[in-house]
């Protein structure tokens, strides 16, 4: 009976402590179950944030590769623009140098078309004094005397007076024709036109012209000056020749104009030409003395003063 009963008590033991056991492994189990739930949750939440963090790089990697391919296209872009430019010089490189030859081309043919109207000028210049060749321009004579006497008879009397030598059969120098330049008078002219006669005979012509040279013409007292007739613009370049003349020949260069309109002055036993103003000029600068005897530039100054 005893032996029933501690039996009873250690089967009762047993049972009280398998009950403690599994209440104890319940107990484990549930925290086994939270902690396993609180992995799976941090799991799941470390998951996320990697899925996060991945899609965030794939975000940054899809936006490091769409900036890339934008700067090499606006790379190209530049390079493209860069040789566009570079062919664009290159072409007005080529444009400009071809202006260049063009313009070159174009400044010889004018330099060639001026040397020939030049050419032209001084042709049509020569003609048309060799067309005068057989006349003599009588400068200075008052036109009172037209009335009285015709210039036929008036030049008649002129080589009469100061070269009879010269007058041919009967006493008279045969004429062609005898006239005023211009032909009509101008009422604000305070100097007499100037005459125009053509004589018949050339060599008739050229004595009164070298007498007339040599020593000064008069009629009934007055000065006149017997020239070769040229035209306008032969006049005009010896004209522009007469304030170095006239200093010329007060330094007794002994200055001649000669044909059509060319300076000559005789110096330190040599006989020097100059065609141009320009020409004399260089002359004279090169000669300290005679530089400052002439001083050319106040010499022009004055010429261009008259000429306007």
Known sequence: MQFKTQLREAEDNWEKNLKTKISHLETENSVLKAKINQLENEAKEMKDEAKQMKDEVK???DDLQRKSDQKEKDDQKTKDEIQSLRTR???LESSDL???QDTIKQNQKNGKNEEN???LIHKTDDLENRSRRDNLRIIGLPEDHD????????????IKENCPEILEQEGKVEIDRIHRSPPVLNPQLTTPRNVIAKFKNYQTK?????????KLFRYQGTIVRITQDLDASTLKKRKA???IFQKARELGLQPRINYPAKLTIFLQGKVWSFNKIEEFQEFVKKRPDLNRKFDVQAQNSRESSKGN
């Open 59 to 61: 975000k940054m990697k």
């Open 89 to 91: 010089i290159q072409q």
């Open 98 to 100: 071809t202006r260049q």
């Open 117 to 119: 109207m030049e050419h």
């Open 147 to 158: 009335k009285r006497k015709s210039l036929d008879i008036i030049l008649q009397e002129i």
């Open 206 to 214: 050229e004595k009164i012209l070298q007498a007339a040279k040599k």
């Open 241 to 243: 020749w007469n304030t």
